[in-house]
């Protein structure tokens, strides 16, 4: 690749023309350590940003990252570093921080003047709360012609970092980026699909985070695998009612980002936003549920945006707005779960 050619948006490279041989990866934590482990057999190197000086020289001295996955070895063209500049030169910068990091990150790198040739690959899950805008639309802003893709499914970092099978999607507008990351990201126990469905991609990522919280209080109340079988299911009539109305496509609350992504949310133990809504049905309030954690449940904030989506949109979300009421209102889980048996009885395909 050229280091001055440009890439608008408009355009369509061939997969060829994205020489994807190094990238640094903004953000340190589990996702991110899990996702250069993943590709450092493809990659000839591999910069992990952090913003935790410790955390950085544990894993450039050590070979492991102190705080998040310590268990697992990094290989040793994985590198860590506080300094965004250092990611100026890579062809390619993996986002895989909380989403309300997304857009500071983008506009550090914009003043640091990111080159326009450098492909921008988001991995966070969510919808920004003000302005309503997805992962990919947020790096749109600040990069108006950088080619953007995004990395999404069923993709709990511990079971990645541990080899385990796994299969994901990746979106972009632009085919021949999407190829290229399809190529890099695959491996024996890694499949990667393609779609060009941006939109419903990035949407079943985020809204699925607040039906986990949902199952998760179903199941800390103990009231069983019918219930939250039967939530899980209408969480996903739900998602595809709202995902549709937001500019996705149907077919594509189907696949791995969506019915995929929803049911290892739902029932993982390693879903952060299950193990929130179950200390909630427990009993725990919603700031004992979040700082038990350590590090951020998506599905929390993730509510207050996707809840002001849908009333936009015109929406049914009895659902969503049930763990609405739980997070923002103060309802007992126990009373949320009832009022949505409550609700008068209607035909299922509506």
């Known amino acids: 690749m050229a280091p001055n050619t440009v890439f608008p948006a408009s355009q369509n490279p061939t997969m060829s023309e994205f020489q994807l041989t190094s990238t640094a990866i903004l953000g340190a934590g589990s996702l991110g350590t899990a996702l250069a482990k993943l590709l450092a057999p493809k990659l000839d190197s591999i910069l992990l940003v952090s913003i935790d000086r410790n955390c950085a020289d544990g894993i450039n001295r050590d070979h492991r990252n102190p705080k998040y996955l310590s268990d697992f070895e990094l290989p040793t063209n994985i590198r860590a ?21 997304i857009r500071s990150e983008a506009e550090k790198l914009a003043a640091l003047g990111l080159p326009e040739n450098v492909a921008l690959l988001s991995c966070s899950k969510g919808i920004e709360r003000n302005t309503g805008e997805r992962m990919s639309q947020i790096l749109r802003d600040v990069f108006p012609r950088n080619p953007i893709g995004i990395l999404t499914g069923p993709n709990h970092a511990e079971e990645i970092a541990r080899d385990l099978v796994t299969c994901a999607v990746v979106a972009s507008e632009n085919p021949g980026l999407a190829e290229a990351l399809q190529d890099v990201f695959t491996l024996p126990h890694f499949r990667v699909y393609t779609s060009d469905d941006v939109a419903g991609v990035e949407l079943g990522g985020a809204v699925k985070n607040v039906y986990a919280i949902a199952a998760g209080m179903a199941h800390g109340l103990g009231l069983g695998d019918n219930a939250v079988a039967a939530l899980v299911t209408r969480a996903l009539a739900e998602m595809t009612r709202l995902g549709v109305a937001l500019g996705g496509d149907q077919e594509t609350f189907s696949g791995l980002s969506g019915v995929g992504d929803l049911i290892v949310t739902c029932f993982s133990e390693h879903s952060r936003n299950h193990r929130v809504g179950l200390a909630l049905g427990a009993g725990s ?66």
């Open 285 to 350: 309030t919603l700031e004992q549920a979040v700082s038990s954690l350590g590090m951020v449940a998506e599905g929390v904030p993730n509510t207050l945006s996707i809840y002001d989506a849908a009333r936009k949109a015109g929406i049914r979300t009895p659902i969503l707005d049930s763990v609405y009421s739980v997070l923002y209102q103060g309802k007992p889980a126990a009373t949320a779960m009832r009022q949505l048996l409550d609700r008068d009885p209607r035909p299922e395909n509506t």
């Open 81 to 101: 570093t506080t300094d965004h500049r250092e990611a100026l030169p890579m062809p390619l910068i993996i986002f895989a921080v909380p989403t309300l990091a």
